[in-house]
């Protein structure tokens, strides 16, 4: 697979739309979604490789902990002071679950949810109408191109 047939798909179109539905639906920020991908396409880290991975994010001393807290990121495997000298870490099932909807919804085979439980298709402020109308925009490009 080259760039032109990562191009053809049209992923990163809607990237931004996307990723702030999944933000405030999830009440989760930007930089820790992205952080988030970025660890989930390692599988398995550790506290370092978190620490490497946030130097292209706006510092966040709390980052580590309010993951660990929400569910994010589980313990995978536990220290033992003998033979295991560090804890390993992996995304959790409610993250991976986030993010393969994240992929889908690029892809075009899920859409963005506009039912009146959504969180995020509400036309209550300026920006929501904004929203609202790049959802519709979401929506009218996909079946055009079908």
């Known amino acids: 697979m080259d760039s032109h047939d990562i191009k053809s798909l049209q992923?990163?179109?809607?990237?931004?739309?996307?990723?702030?539905?999944?933000?405030?639906?999830?009440?989760?920020?930007?930089?820790?979604?992205?952080?988030?991908?970025?660890?989930?396409?390692?599988?398995?880290?550790?506290?370092?490789?978190?620490?490497?991975?946030?130097?292209?994010?706006?510092?966040?001393?709390?980052?580590?902990?309010r993951l660990r807290r929400e569910g994010w990121i589980d313990v995978w495997r536990q220290r033992n002071r003998k033979s295991q000298k560090y804890t390993i870490y992996k995304t959790s099932f409610k993250c991976q679950q986030l993010i393969m909807r994240i992929y889908r919804i690029l892809l075009g085979d899920e859409d963005l949810p506009t039912s009146e439980r959504s969180v995020y298709y509400k036309n209550e402020t300026y920006t929501d109408k904004v929203n609202n109308k790049a959802i519709e925009f979401m929506a009218n490009d996909k079946e055009r191109d079908l």
């Open 11 to 65: 992923i990163f179109k809607y990237y931004r739309l996307v990723r702030k539905w999944a933000c405030r639906t999830y009440g989760i920020r930007d930089a820790d979604l992205e952080l988030l991908i970025y660890l989930d396409c390692m599988k398995r880290f550790t506290r370092d490789d978190f620490i490497k991975g946030i130097h292209a994010y706006r510092w966040d001393k709390n980052r580590w902990d």
